[in-house]
């Protein structure tokens, strides 16, 4: 049974820094993608990053030069480096892994909100 537990959210003031983690089980995690996605009220869930099994990165626009993702295979973790937070940022944050069988995993969500 794949469990992908999210932690390091929280309420953060404009322009402060949080560090998201996933740590997944269940999983070959050093073959598969992970990716944050976030989900803000009334919107539909958005890509935020993601990291390969090879490490390739990927950012939505509008978190390049802000955030960082990375993963520690020994301790299949990955995570979520996030500086300079807009209050734009609020929302509910999920972890995605991508088996190495395309199958997709989610986590639960940890809250972030960014007051201005």
């Known amino acids: 049974q794949v469990q992908l537990v999210e932690s390091g959210g929280g309420l953060v003031q404009a322009e402060g820094s949080l560090r998201l983690s996933c740590a997944a089980s269940?999983?070959?995690?050093?073959?598969?993608?992970m990716g944050w996605y976030r989900q803000a009220p009334g919107k539909q869930r958005e890509l935020v990053a993601t990291v390969t099994a090879v490490e390739t990165t990927n950012y939505a626009d509008s978190v390049k030069g802000r955030f960082a993702i990375s993963r520690d295979n020994s301790k299949n973790t990955v995570y979520l480096q996030m500086n300079s937070l807009k209050s734009e940022d609020t929302a509910v944050y999920y972890c995605?892994?991508?088996?190495?069988?395309?199958?997709?995993?989610w986590g639960q969500g940890t809250q972030v909100t960014v007051s201005s």
């Open positions: 995605k892994a991508r088996s190495v069988w395309k199958y997709d995993y």
């Open positions: 269940g999983i070959i995690f050093r073959l598969a993608d």
